[in-house]
């Protein structure tokens, strides 16, 4: 069964540096997401991506933030300058139909 | 985004089946209800979704309210690989984000 996989399945950063998280949607799928949770809180949303152009973004998404299409299979969540907040499980999505997740990249801002 | 309630925590015991309870008073016309789990330390999971009427696939059963204010998830056997913190939301189908709440801690007992 198709699946969205992600890399790395963990990452280390110091503060202020910047970070490229991948993802592999499922390869028929045209619509694709980020979200985070934070350590004990709820799953958050942070863009969605449709046509090589950000359909929807949320408050959390700001300038330091950006999502890219390189290549017909890749798409990165790009953060600029971490912050210790940043600090979150980040999780892809792909939707034909139904948004199918990947199983993260923990993000650690040391 | 249209809101959500459901129990913080359920107990149930292995082999049996499990029966969780969402309110959606508000719902509109257009919202899908979808229910997603996420097992621990892992991204969230597709179960199952639907409109109107009572929906079964290999996971689960969801059985719609005729008014549509209230649905179930039904886990007709529980494993202990079951044991997962569920999410009842809506998604309106222009609307392209998923709206995590707390979701409904489900533990199994052996």
């Known amino acids: 069964e198709p699946e969205v996989t992600q890399t790395p399945s963990h990452q280390v950063t110091q503060m202020g540096q910047e970070v490229i998280l991948r993802c592999v949607p499922i390869?028929?799928?045209?619509?694709f997401y980020w979200y985070r949770q934070i350590l004990g809180q709820k799953v958050e949303f942070l863009v969605s991506f449709y046509n090589n152009e950000i359909s929807e973004k949320s408050e959390i998404f700001d300038d330091q933030f950006s999502v890219e299409r390189p290549d017909g299979s890749n798409f990165t969540l790009k953060i600029r300058s971490t912050k210790l907040e940043d600090s979150a499980m980040y999780f892809c999505?792909?939707?034909?139909?139904?948004?199918?997740f990947g199983p993260g990249t923990r993000l650690l801002v040391l | 985004d249209a809101k959500t309630t459901q129990p913080n925590s359920m107990e149930s015991n292995e082999e049996e089946p499990v029966h969780l309870p969402c309110n959606h008073s508000?719902?509109?016309?257009?919202?899908?209800i979808h229910w997603y789990r996420q097992l621990p330390s892992q991204g969230p999971e597709y179960v199952i979704h639907?409109?109107?009427s009572n929906v079964n696939n290999r996971m689960a059963s969801l059985a719609i309210a005729e008014d549509r204010k209230s649905s179930t998830l039904i886990l007709h056997r529980a494993t202990l690989r079951d044991a997962a913190v569920y999410y009842c939301i809506l998604r309106d189908c222009g609307n392209n984000r998923l709206a995590f709440g707390k979701g409904n801690q489900v533990v199994v007992i052996p």
């Open positions: 390869s028929n799928h045209l619509y």
């Open positions: 999505a792909s939707r034909e139909k139904t948004q199918y």
């Open positions: 508000t719902i509109s016309g257009t919202d899908y």
């Open positions: 639907g409109l109107t």
